[in-house]
Structure formats: structure tokens, C-alpha cells
């Protein structure tokens, strides 16, 4: 007894093999994960679709000791989700992609933030967000950026992928904590990695300081 996942596991899905992935996609990918990946026309995204679900298939045989292949049940938006858990987040940036998985529900984005990129609009990202970025170090230059990283997480995490972005509110406690109307608290981890690469894993506040996490 016990749990598979202690907190979480943070997972380049790159680190499997190529032929691999391809091969697990080809066995074990359900009907949602194939119409999906037949409506991306660009054939790199394709096949880099095709690497990261397989290599999400691999990455939770892995952890339960046993393949994984029963077909994903899907939540509203369309979110797989493996009956009995553990719970994950994929996330895809530039050629690749990752993946958290813990006992809990998590939310993962990664982004690039080589130059910047630019601002965002005003619809995006507030003051109040920027000044928490600041106070935690981050760079003007990349602050719109991963608070977008920051706001998709929470998304994800909360399987509400629907809501404004400005309605993600980053306030720095004692953690990043992010707010929003309707929603349980969040914490949300920021990882930096190589390549110009930033990762956001948003969790329950609850979840993390040892209480139930929230329904």
C-alpha cells in the first residue's frame, strides 16, 4: 500500500527513445489521441505529437510497473485523465515535450523565454502579476512570459481552460500563490531549465501543505 507518486515527477518525455514512442503510440494510443493527432497538418507537429504520447504511455507504464493501455477518459474540456490515477500534465515546448505526474491533480506548462518575446497585451498579464514576478527575481524581459506559464499551469490544474487570463492572479506569500474567483488556492513551482526554458507546476495549496485536496 501506499503512493506511487511521492509530491511529483517531473519527466522529459525526449529522455525515451524515439522508436519507442512511435511504437507505444502505434499499439496503445485510444481514438481521441489518433483523430487528434490526424487533424495536425504540419507534418513535425505530427510526429511530435506521436513522440510525446507515446512517450506519455511509456513514462506511466514506468511508474505503475505495468502498460498502460486502456483507452484516456476525457474531463469537459476534453483533458485525459487514466482511471485510478496517478494524475498528469503534458506540455510541449519548441520540438519537445514533458510531463508531471503525482498522486494529486497538477498542472504543467513550459515555455521559451530566449529575448523575451515581447509583452504581452494588458489582457493577459496585470501590474499586480509583473510585481510579484519582480519581488521573486524574474527578469523584466521574461515576466510576461512566464506568467503566462504560471496562468496556463493553473489552468490546467484547475481544468478551467476557458477563463480570461487576467482572472489568474499571482500574489507572492511564502509561495507563488495564484487566486481566482471560484477557485481553491494554488501554488505554482517555477523550474528553470536548459535551452532558455521555464516550467510552472501549479498544485493545490491544500494538496501541498499536507490537507485534502480540494473536490
Given amino acids: ?57 511509456l513514462a506511466l507504464a514506468e511508474i505503475l510497473g505495468r502498460p498502460v493501455v486502456m483507452p484516456f477518459q476525457r474531463s469537459i474540456t476534453g483533458k485525459p485523465v487514466l482511471a485510478g490515477g496517478p494524475h498528469f500534465s503534458l506540455s510541449y515546448a519548441g520540438d519537445s515535450a514533458w510531463l508531471a505526474v503525482s498522486d494529486a491533480p497538477i498542472g504543467l506548462d513550459v515555455v521559451e523565454i530566449a529575448g523575451g518575446g515581447g509583452r504581452l497585451d494588458d489582457g493577459f498579464v496585470s501590474a499586480e502579476d509583473l510585481h510579484a514576478l519582480a519581488s521573486m527575481g524574474i527578469r523584466p524581459a521574461d515576466a510576461d512570459h512566464v506568467a503566462w506559464a504560471i496562468k496556463e499551469a493553473s489552468a490546467k490544474l484547475a481544468d478551467d481552460v476557458w477563463r480570461a487570463p487576467i482572472d489568474w492572479r499571482l500574489v507572492l506569500r511564502e509561495r507563488l500563490t495564484v487566486l481566482s474567483t471560484g477557485q481553491p488556492e494554488m501554488i505554482v513551482e517555477l523550474r528553470e531549465m536548459s535551452g532558455n526554458k521555464v516550467a510552472a507546476i501549479a498544485r493545490w495549496k491544500e494538496y501541498r501543505e499536507g490537507g485534502a485536496c480540494p473536490r
Avoid at 511521492?6 to 511504437?23: K, M, N, V
Fill in 1 to 57: 500500500p501506499g503512493s506511487i507518486v511521492r509530491d511529483f515527477r517531473f519527466i522529459h518525455l525526449a529522455d525515451f527513445p524515439e522508436a519507442s514512442c512511435l511504437d507505444a503510440f502505434a499499439r496503445f494510443a485510444d481514438e481521441n489521441e489518433q483523430a487528434n493527432n490526424s487533424r495536425i497538418i504540419n507534418p513535425l507537429l505530427r510526429r511530435r505529437h506521436v513522440r510525446a504520447h507515446g512517450g506519455l504511455r
